[in-house]
């Protein structure tokens, strides 16, 4: 088996710390990649302190991987040594159903597995993230990083930046559209950018009036304070699209009533407590409420060139594996912009 380091927790109650774990010996369809940087993402700290009640112990997060290629085995035609290359939420799927067979890999009818918190196929246990120093990835579960990428604000892209480029792509955000992106953090502001790029009227909800002039820096033509009834008011029943990234507990029902009839909310943010919604918030004007998972393997690689064609990338703020849990206390405060990054390179991993 290979041989790894990396930092993960051990319990819920565990902080973040070293670990020599080991992945499986590289197959002929594998990949493996030597991690360079790897985006911090909401969902790492949910995973670690068990809000969401799945994680497998131990849980070494991280699954926005961007690094260079180490080796590849017999089967592999797609990367060759050397290369820049990236690694988002999944490494497996059982590639035969439906939504497989339609490039739909995260809505795997069996279940695509988690790059960390998955089940390994090979030896198993768990799968383990980018929290370390490589891993070990099925070819078709690779992603080409664009040449010119800023490799580290490109590691964001696998998590933040696909899971608001789908849904903004499926719900045809573009020209003469009103798409609204509440919250603006690590997600957010990749919805702004994208929104924005597509050709889309674009507004932020936000509850802070500070955040106005870095929302318009990011490509909102218009910001909404939403404690501000009046302001609130002014908008109703006026949005096409309103894509919410709030991973905190809040209310729903005062989005939903900014759409226009057939409107659509999609929620992406995944807070720990189940979200309330109103019957009558979607009936009274036929209005959608939806969710959105990631993307699949090629929509994935869609973003990726997309968000090179319009040089777009993440706002980040690089750290240390050694002081995330220092960066998990900052998140939750929301005093980050928009998203931290490991840099595994300066990181000098130890067991």
């Given at each position: ?10 319990a819920?109650s565990?902080?973040?710390a ?6 499986r010996?590289?197959?002929p369809d594998?990949v ?9 993402c909401?969902?790492?700290l ?5 809000e969401?009640?799945n994680t ?6 991280g ?6 290629i180490e080796s590849v085995?017999?089967?592999?035609t797609?990367?060759t ?6 690694v988002g939420?999944m ?10 067979r339609?490039?739909l890999?995260n809505?795997c009818?069996v279940?695509?597995t988690?790059?960390?918190?998955g089940?390994?196929p ?8 980018g929290y370390s ?6 070819q ?12 580290a604000?490109a ?5 933040a930046?696909?899971t608001?480029?789908?849904p903004?792509r499926?719900w045809?955000?573009g020209?003469?559209k009103?798409v ?10 990749m919805?702004l950018?994208i929104?924005?790029?597509?050709g889309a009227y674009?507004?932020?909800f936000t ?18 304070i939403?404690?501000?009834?009046e302001?609130?008011?002014r908008?109703?029943?006026?949005f096409d699209?309103?894509l919410?990234t709030v991973?905190a507990?809040?209310?729903i029902d005062?989005y939903?009533?900014?759409l226009?009839r057939?409107?659509?909310l999609?929620?992406?943010?995944a807070p720990?407590?189940p ?10 004007r036929?209005?959608?409420f939806?969710g959105?998972l990631i993307g699949g393997?090629?929509?994935?690689q ?6 090179a064609e ?5 706002d980040?703020e ?7 849990e220092?960066?998990y206390a900052?998140?939750?405060?929301s005093e980050v912009k928009y998203r931290?990054?490991i840099?595994?390179?300066?990181s000098?991993?130890k067991s």
């Open positions: 088996m290979l041989e790894c380091v990396g930092y993960g927790a051990t819920a565990a902080p973040v070293p670990i020599s774990f080991n992945r010996d590289p197959g594998d493996v990649i030597k991690i360079a940087y790897c985006g911090v909401h969902s790492d949910h995973q670690v302190r068990n969401w009640r497998v112990y131990p849980c070494i997060p699954h926005e991987i961007v690094g260079h085995g017999s089967n592999v797609r990367f040594v050397g290369e820049t290359a990236g939420c490494v497996g799927a059982c590639r035969t159903c439906s939504a497989c339609e490039g890999e809505y009818e279940g695509f988690g790059t960390y918190n089940v390994e090979v030896i198993g246990g768990p799968t383990f993230g120093d490589r891993i070990v990835v099925d078709h579960f690779v992603l080409t990083i664009p040449a010119g990428m800023v490799l604000a590691a964001p892209l696998l998590c930046g696909i608001t480029y789908s903004l499926h045809k955000a020209p003469g009103k609204g992106i509440v919250g603006l953090g690590g997600l957010g502001h919805g950018k929104a924005h790029a597509m674009t507004v932020l509850t802070s009036a500070g955040k106005t002039e870095d929302a318009r820096r990011l490509g909102a033509d218009e910001v909404i939403s404690k501000d009834a302001q609130m008011g908008h109703t029943d006026s699209f309103i919410d991973a507990d809040h209310a005062p939903l009533n900014m226009k057939d409107g659509t999609t929620q992406v943010g720990e407590n979200l309330s919604v109103s019957a009558f918030s979607v009936i009274w036929r209005r959608n939806a959105s393997i090629p929509e994935t869609e973003m990726l060139d997309f968000c319009h040089g777009l990338t993440a980040i690089l750290i240390t594996i050694d002081t995330i220092a960066a900052r998140m939750l405060k931290f990054v840099d595994l390179e300066a000098k991993l």
